[in-house]
């Protein structure tokens, strides 16, 4: 009798667990993939921008303060429209904003390949900016969907296409915009056709999702919006002020990177405008690789110990960074964007574990105080090289991982649950 009883009593526990990952693993993977292609696309088409600072600089004789603007215009507009995008789309998913979302980028580009003055400039970026705060929330909702569970994984490969867009941007920038000029930067509307194509059957997918036709059957969000956070409401304003301050660290270090590199070897050593995006290219490579690798080990070890070792672990070799020859200097910007890259998956899970059931609010705002963040990093960055010069920007900013050590304060999310 037990032997019968046993199969009966199993059948209605393990037949969900085996249909849930069956039901959507190989869909799931695909839309994971075509995610990651698509931010790949869509962050290739951002680095543009910073890619085209020399050209820019030269045409139209600008100065730092005014380069600095450049990517002030760009990262805020992305910055203040992603926690709304994501509040608005955690009430009221929209499974085609993706598409819309890489149309407004596409106009800028096509906007940046013909402008011919300093507010067009402006302009043109400020639209690839607004292209982004929509993309991004949405799409890491999307990411997190289709993960089974495996949440740092998904966030890893999501933003994996990302950094490799970041890295594939200046490449290519050295090897087509700068022989060409600005005006070949029409040339990249083709990906954000093919990006916009991608887009489209993802929001097919999204919008046949279990999720969507629960919202559909009824007013009120799903049963996950409901979930109650591990902290009080002090403690995670705490915890989210935490948060925000390891980015604020992360952030300026990197984009006293990412906007000024290029200036810093071409004026501190002399090499020329290709060979400093092939530098540029290989640090940004190299955050490629290190986003990939936080989330996994974050689903492993959990999120606290990957996010301090990421920020603070690369004090010594940004300490040293300022002193280093030109192959040194290579060396260690690859190490830094390794450790500093594997800190963003790890926060942005962390984050929503925080606060459950704001997932598009969450990745909004991660993403967002990111970029707003790295633009006023940018500007007031810019404005301390036109004074000081840029080598004196490198040892300024060469302290800002010391931060990394508010990590201690964050509380174990894991341990709370269990």
């Known amino acids: 009798m037990s032997e019968n009883t046993l199969p009966a009593n199993a059948a209605p526990i393990a037949q969900p667990q085996a249909q849930t990952p069956a039901a959507g693993s190989g869909t799931t993977f695909a839309i994971l993939v075509s995610l990651s292609f698509c931010h790949m696309l869509n962050d290739l088409n951002q680095s543009l921008v910073p890619a085209l600072y020399p050209i820019l600089k030269d045409s139209y004789r600008l100065d730092f303060a005014q380069i600095g603007l450049i990517t002030l215009a760009f990262q805020l507009t992305a910055s203040m429209l992603q926690p709304v995008v994501g509040f608005v789309t955690d009430k009221r998913p929209q499974p085609f904003s993706l598409p819309i979302a890489m149309t407004c980028s596409l106009v800028g580009l096509l906007m940046l390949s013909v402008a011919d003055s300093y507010p ?14 929509v993309f991004h929330p949405e799409a890491s909702r999307v990411a997190r969907m289709a993960s089974g569970g495996r949440y740092g994984l998904a966030q890893s490969l999501f933003q994996l296409g990302g950094s490799t867009g970041s890295a594939i941007g200046p490449l290519l920038a050295a090897f087509i915009v700068v022989p060409r000029g600005q005006g ?36 009120a969000p799903p049963p996950v919006s409901a979930a109650v956070s591990p902290m009080s409401k002090a403690g995670l304003v705490f915890a989210m002020a935490v948060i925000l301050t390891l980015l604020f660290s992360k952030n300026v270090y990197t984009a006293s990177l990412s906007s000024y590199y290029m200036f810093y070897l071409i004026e501190k050593f002399h090499v020329s405008v290709q060979s400093a995006q092939l530098h540029l290219f290989v640090f940004l490579g190299a955050g490629a690789l290190g986003t990939f690798i936080g989330g996994p080990i974050g689903d492993r070890f959990g999120r606290k110990p990957v996010i301090w070792f990421s920020i603070l672990g690369a004090l010594p070799f940004a300490l040293m960074l300022p002193y280093a020859g030109l192959m040194w200097t290579g060396v260690l910007t690859v190490i830094i964007a390794v450790i500093m890259a594997s800190a963003f998956p790890a926060i942005i899970v962390y984050a929503q574990e925080l606060m459950p059931g704001r997932v598009g609010m969450v990745a909004g705002m991660m993403f967002g105080f990111s970029f707003g963040l790295g633009g006023l990093g940018a500007a007031a960055l810019g404005r301390i090289a036109d004074v000081t010069g840029i080598a004196y920007v490198y040892q300024v900013c060469s302290y800002l991982p010391v931060i990394g050590l508010l990590a201690a304060f964050l509380p174990k999310i894991d341990e709370k649950r269990r």
Do not use: D, E, K
């Open 120 to 133: 067009m400039i402006l302009l043109s970026a400020a639209l690839v900016g607004i292209g982004s705060s």
């Open 184 to 219: 070949s930067i029409a040339w990249f509307s083709f990906v954000a056709l093919l990006a916009m194509a991608i887009l489209t059957y993802v929001g097919f997918w999204y919008n046949r999702h279990p999720a969507m036709a629960a919202r559909r059957g009824r007013r």
